[in-house]
């Protein structure tokens, strides 16, 4: 049976990428010619020195009040803190008696969406002025206590931009694979040869640095460049549309959907945020029917509470480490830490040209991406089962013996990161 979703929407439509900036590692040179250090103006890398719990949480929290700031209309937090869309709940399988109480508390329908590929439908909804979002889900809640609700959380970008090298998995018939994130420039060079279609933003392109960099990692193929996955056909939903209020739930899960349609096996999520039912049910609804999603675990810190979506079950979380095999001390640790591949001082390609040097959680998981995608071409449980338990089983234990929560199962795709100073070199040949 179908289930309903109704996103009660208290106020207008919000803006572009809602992504928390974290700041640039100190003292990195830039190095000359067509290798520059990519400075993702969404999220960028946090320092070695600043790995502390307490440290990172400050970070975040200056991030979250700038965007406030300066787009209060479109914008607000959660009572957790959390980024929201001003004025926005979803409702998930509404009974009409829901529906009628929130009607009588003033709620004004917006739009209304079915994702059939995901059992799932939305009605939004505005909420009247003097009635804030806290508020008026509290008070449905209290009239209608089975009633599955919640906000409308943005999700951020989990690091800075980076790539991989290497020769990818057995590349034998079709490949796909999707990619949900900003948008990608096709334009670049090591993303020219990439066939497959764009979702999102009403049909126009806007390339992002952090979408560009993933894409690049998943499928990229230039002079003394690849991506785990060349002969991949790039399926990429740009879920931000440069607006500040880009990333919700809601757009996720469109996207998700369309993945569904598609029948991309392999999606890689490299975003992060807080738990929602609405995104949850999605992943949920894709798992089950044997897609492979993959997810950065995120960059708040290994103190720091589990993000999501890498933290649904049957989400492949990955995380990063450095070339000397080192964990990222910004990188989020728990049962959630499936994988570990690298996630620093890799080259990647940059919007409008150009390479960029890379790190976060966010380019670890797209080579984990591709080295599945080159392996399962349509989503089947079983098969999805078998391809990453084969991974896992190639992977380098490190850490504790066994899956520790620090690297998971270990370590994969090591001999897919490009060395910034050799694809220097190798270009200019």
């Known amino acids: 049976m179908k289930q309903a979703v109704f996103v009660l929407s208290i106020t207008a439509a919000l803006g572009a990428q809602a992504q928390l900036r974290l700041p640039q590692l100190p003292g990195v040179q830039r190095l000359p010619g067509v290798v520059d250090r990519v400075v993702d103006r969404v999220t960028q890398p946090l320092p070695e020195l600043l790995s502390t719990t307490t440290q990172l949480v400050d970070l975040r929290v200056t991030q979250v009040r700038d965007l406030l700031q300066r787009h209060p209309d479109v914008v607000e937090t959660d009572p957790r803190g959390e980024l929201i869309r ?17 009607a009588a508390l003033g709620l004004v329908k917006l739009r209304e969406e079915s994702w059939p590929e995901l059992d799932l439908r939305e009605v939004v909804l505005r909420v009247p002025a003097g009635l804030d979002t806290a508020e008026a889900l509290d008070k449905l809640r209290v009239a209608q206590p089975d009633l599955q609700a919640d906000f409308n959380h943005l999700y951020s970008r989990s690091g800075e931009v980076s790539a991989a090298a290497g020769a990818p998995l057995k ?6 694979v999707g990619l ?21 933003c009403g049909g126009t392109a806007i390339s992002s640095e952090h979408g560009t960099a993933v894409a690049s990692l998943l499928v990229g193929l230039d002079r003394g460049f690849a991506g785990a996955a060349v002969k991949a056909e790039l399926f990429a939903a740009d879920v931000y549309c440069d607006k500040p209020d880009g990333g919700s739930a809601e757009e996720v899960v469109r996207a998700l959907a369309w993945m569904a349609r598609e029948r ?6 490299s975003l992060v945020g807080p738990t929602n039912r609405l995104l949850e049910q999605g992943v949920a609804a894709l798992v089950k029917r044997g ?11 290994p103190a720091a509470p589990p993000l999501f979506p890498a933290s649904y079950a049957g ?41 960029g040097i890379a790190r976060g959680t966010s380019f670890a998981a797209p080579l984990v991406a591709g080295l599945l995608a080159a392996e399962l071409r349509q989503p089947d449980p079983a098969a999805a089962a078998a391809v990453l338990e084969r991974l896992a089983a190639s992977a380098v234990d490190l850490g ?17 990161r490009v060395v910034p100073e050799e694809l220097q070199a190798r270009q200019r040949r």
């Open 180 to 200: 949900i994130d900003g948008g990608v420039d096709r334009r670049h060079p090591a993303l020219r040869h990439a066939a497959g279609p764009s979702f999102g």
């Open 264 to 269: 991309v096996a392999v999606i890689n999520l």
């Open 86 to 102: 001003r004025r926005e709940l979803v409702l998930l399988a509404p009974s009409e008696a829901a529906l009628a109480a929130a």
């Open 171 to 176: 590349q034998t018939g079709a490949v796909r």
């Open 400 to 416: 504790a013996p066994g899956r520790d929560p620090v690297y998971g199962r270990g370590l994969v795709a090591e001999d897919l």
């Open 315 to 355: 989400v492949i979380g990955v995380t990063g480490v450095n070339p000397s095999r080192r964990v990222l001390p910004e990188a989020a640790q728990g049962p959630q830490v499936l994988l570990t591949a690298p996630g620093a001082d890799m080259a990647v390609a940059r919007s409008g040209g150009g390479y």
């Open 291 to 301: 897609h492979l999603i993959v997810a950065a675990v995120g960059n708040d810190g």
